[in-house]
C-alpha cells in the first residue's frame, strides 16, 4: 500500500507556543489529505479537509485560526498549531487516499502532542 | 452529514470464542466501510473493507456483512486470539478517492488467554 509519513511522533512544548506538524505523502501524490485528532480513549475526529494549492475546510467548531494547514505540494500538508495550550494536548494523525481510483485512505504514525 | 454508531464500546472474550462488532451509518451516499484495528499510540490499521455492491467479505478469520436497506455493517472475528486485542473503528465514506472517513466510537476488544 501507499506511504504516509507523519513528523514528529512525539512534541513537548510550552504553553503560549507554536507547533508544525507534517504529512508527506512518500510514493504518491495527495491532491487531498485529512487532519483527526484523537482524545484518549476516544475516536479519531475529522478536524479538517486539506487541499492543495487552495484553502482548507474545516469541521464544525475547528478553529481555523488555531490549526493553520498548509498543502503547498502533492506531497506535503501541514499543520501548526498556533499558541497552544494544554488543553490541545492530543494525537494528532493525518491521512491520504492514492488518487489513482483507490478508496482505502492511508495514515501517518501521528504526533502525540504534549503542551505543558 | 454521517453519523456512525458502534456498539458495543469494550468486549471480552475469551481465547478461541468469536467476537463481533456492529455498527449503524446515517449517510445513504455512504458506499465504503473500512475496519481498522489500532494499538496504543499507533495509526490506525486497515484491517478489511467492503464496498456497498457487496454484501460480504471474508478474509481469513475476519469477516464484514453490510446490509445496505438497514445501514448497518458487522464485523466478525472467529477463533480470536490474544494479539487480537486492540481498539477497533468502523468507518464510513463515500467511496471516492480522497473522501473523508467518519469514524464510529471505537470498541475495546479483550481476549483473554
Known amino acids: 500500500g501507499a506511504v504516509v509519513s507523519q513528523h514528529p511522533s512525539r512534541v513537548i512544548c510550552k504553553s503560549g507556543t507554536s507547533v508544525k506538524i507534517e504529512c508527506r505523502s512518500l510514493?504518491?501524490?495527495?491532491?487531498?489529505m485529512f487532519w483527526y485528532r484523537q482524545f484518549p480513549k476516544q475516536s479519531l475526529m475529522l478536524m479538517a479537509t486539506?487541499?492543495?494549492?487552495?484553502?482548507?475546510?474545516?469541521e464544525q467548531g475547528v478553529e481555523k485560526d488555531k490549526f493553520l494547514i498548509n498543502h503547498a505540494s502533492l506531497t506535503l500538508s501541514t499543520l501548526t498549531v498556533t499558541s497552544a495550550h494544554p488543553e490541545d494536548s492530543s494525537f494528532y494523525i493525518c491521512?491520504?487516499?492514492?488518487?489513482?481510483?483507490?478508496?482505502?485512505?492511508?495514515f501517518g504514525q501521528g504526533t502525540r502532542l504534549t503542551v505543558v | 452529514g454521517e453519523n456512525v454508531e458502534q456498539h458495543p464500546s469494550t468486549l471480552s472474550v475469551q481465547e478461541g470464542d468469536s467476537a463481533v462488532i456492529k455498527c449503524t451509518y446515517s449517510?445513504?451516499?455512504?458506499?465504503?466501510f473500512p475496519w481498522y484495528k489500532q494499538e496504543l499510540g499507533k495509526r490506525p490499521q486497515l484491517i478489511i473493507d467492503?464496498?456497498?455492491?457487496?454484501g460480504e467479505k471474508k478474509d481469513q478469520r475476519i469477516a464484514v456483512t453490510l446490509n445496505k436497506t438497514a445501514k448497518h455493517f458487522s464485523l466478525h472475528i472467529t477463533e480470536t486470539q490474544p494479539e487480537d486485542s486492540a481498539v477497533y473503528f468502523c468507518?464510513?465514506?463515500?467511496?471516492?478517492?480522497?473522501?473523508?472517513?467518519?469514524f464510529g466510537g471505537g470498541t475495546r476488544l479483550m481476549v483473554k488467554p
Open positions: 491521512s491520504a487516499a492514492s488518487p489513482g481510483g483507490y478508496t482505502e485512505a492511508f
Open positions: 510514493d504518491f501524490q495527495a491532491t487531498t
Open positions: 486539506s487541499n492543495e494549492g487552495s484553502k482548507a475546510t474545516y
Open positions: 449517510d445513504s451516499a455512504s458506499n465504503y
Open positions: 467492503i464496498r456497498s455492491n457487496v
Open positions: 468507518a464510513a465514506s463515500r467511496g471516492n478517492a480522497g473522501n473523508m472517513l467518519t
